[in-house]
């Protein structure tokens, strides 16, 4: 148990195009899911909380109308890349924190990342 | 503000062979949770092993097994018996509660030889 999918594996796009990855916990339910970014061989920068229902709260320095994030449900939360240029091209993971393991230990299940290569 | 440091950037181990990696932190809070994540050429994050802050006893997962010091604030990793599927980068994580965000270190990249 306790799987997060993320699609698409890999984008390409072309500047100043939006791109929309999805973040879905398969067998529970996430009322909070998180949104990360990595460069290559370094560490997970956190972007942004998500929470369902309501707004996400966003890390200091991320640009809340660039980076939009959606947690429509309990199970899906959406990172939209809007008017994207070369400079956002990375690796996306997101991450679902456990109803039950994550009241207790606060841990987060990792989907598998999402590389997206701006052109 | 809580940080996790891992200064060691890379490591290299023969395969059967012992390796532990190294990972401070520094906090204020008395009640956390710390984690080792693996993160292998596939990219997918794995949580490795956890220890909870509480509990004297070190944590073990079959080969993987934890030196938590809390006094001095240090949660090494030891991976015995190496493998060639342990190569990956390794992340040392910090959380303090059940609403808190998770802190990451800088990771350290680990080869098994052959």
């Known amino acids: 148990g306790a799987v997060v999918s993320q699609h698409p594996s890999r984008v390409i796009c072309k500047s100043g195009t939006s791109v929309k990855i999805e973040c879905r916990s398969l067998d529970f339910q996430a009322t909070t899911m998180f949104w990360y970014r990595q460069f290559p061989k370094k560490s997970l920068m956190l972007m942004a909380t998500s929470n369902e229902g309501s707004k996400a709260t966003y890390e200091q320095g991320v640009e809340k109308d660039k980076f939009l994030i959606n947690h429509a449900s309990l199970t899906l939360s959406t990172l939209t890349v809007t008017s994207a240029h070369p400079e956002d091209s990375s690796f996306y993971i997101c991450s679902a924190r456990h109803p039950q393991r994550g009241r207790i230990y606060n841990e987060q299940f990792f989907g598998p990342g999402t590389r997206l290569t701006v052109l | 503000a809580q940080t996790v440091t891992q200064s060691q950037p890379e490591m290299s181990v023969q395969e059967a062979e012992t390796v532990t990696l190294s990972c401070t932190y520094d906090?204020?809070?008395?009640?956390?949770?710390l984690f080792w994540y693996k993160q292998p050429p596939s990219r997918q994050m794995i949580l490795v092993i956890r220890q909870e802050a509480y509990k004297q006893q070190n944590a073990t997962e079959n080969r993987f097994s934890v030196n938590f010091q809390k006094a001095a604030k240090s949660f090494s990793l030891k991976i015995s018996d190496s493998q060639l599927g342990d190569t990956a980068m390794y992340f040392c994580?910090?959380?303090?509660?059940?609403?808190?965000?998770?802190?990451f270190g800088k990771g350290i990249t680990l080869s098994v030889r052959p």
């Open positions: 994580a910090f959380t303090t509660g059940a609403n808190s965000k998770l802190t």
């Open positions: 906090t204020s809070e008395n009640n956390y949770y």
